[in-house]
């Protein structure tokens, strides 16, 4: 990741996140269906915000 002028890289964190079992399954299916990673996914969602 970058910051959002492109030039430096960010220091990449890394976090847990608790969610019912009924989510994680939906997730692991919007990646497949999307071919990309959970992480990537949730990275883009939270992007969105």
């Known amino acids: ?3 959002s ?3 430096t890289p ?3 964190v890394r976090f847990t ?4 079992e009924t989510w994680h399954e939906q ?3 919007a990646a497949g269906r999307f071919g ?7 990275r883009l969602a ?3 915000l």
């Open 27 to 29: 997730l692991s299916q």
């Open 5 to 7: 002028d492109n030039s």
């Open 36 to 42: 990309k990673k959970k992480a990537m996914l949730v």
């Open 17 to 20: 996140v608790d969610m019912p």
């Open 46 to 48: 939270i992007a969105q």
């Open 10 to 12: 960010e220091r990449i």
């Open 1 to 3: 990741m970058t910051t």
